[in-house]
C-alpha cells in the first residue's frame, strides 16, 4: 500500500517521479487535498483521485479521508 498525502498540486508530479512500474498493483491511498497554494482546486474539472486514476491505471486508487464536494 502507498499511502499519498502530500499538497494535492504536488501530487501529480511526485508520483510521476515514483514512476508507475512502482505503484502498479499496489492500493494507493490518496489522502491529499485538491487544492494549490491559493486554496483553489488544482483539478477543476476532475477529482484529484480520479486524475491519479487515470495517470496510473495499474494502480488501485482509493481516495479517503480528504473529500470536497464540488457544488456551489
Known amino acids: 500500500m502507498v499511502i ?4 494535492g498540486a504536488a ?4 508520483l ?4 508507475a512500474s ?4 499496489k492500493v494507493l491511498m490518496e489522502v ?9 482546486l488544482a483539478f477543476p474539472n ?3 483521485g480520479a ?3 487515470e495517470a496510473f491505471p495499474d494502480a488501485r486508487v482509493v ?3 480528504s473529500t470536497q464536494s464540488r457544488h456551489r
Open 11 to 14: 501530487v501529480l508530479g511526485t
Open 51 to 53: 486524475a491519479v486514476q
Open 4 to 7: 499519498d498525502a502530500i499538497p
Open 63 to 65: 481516495k479517503t479521508l
Open 32 to 40: 491529499a487535498n485538491d487544492l494549490n497554494k491559493n486554496f483553489e
Open 22 to 25: 512502482a505503484l502498479a498493483g
Open 16 to 19: 510521476n517521479e515514483l514512476g
Open 46 to 48: 476532475a477529482s484529484l
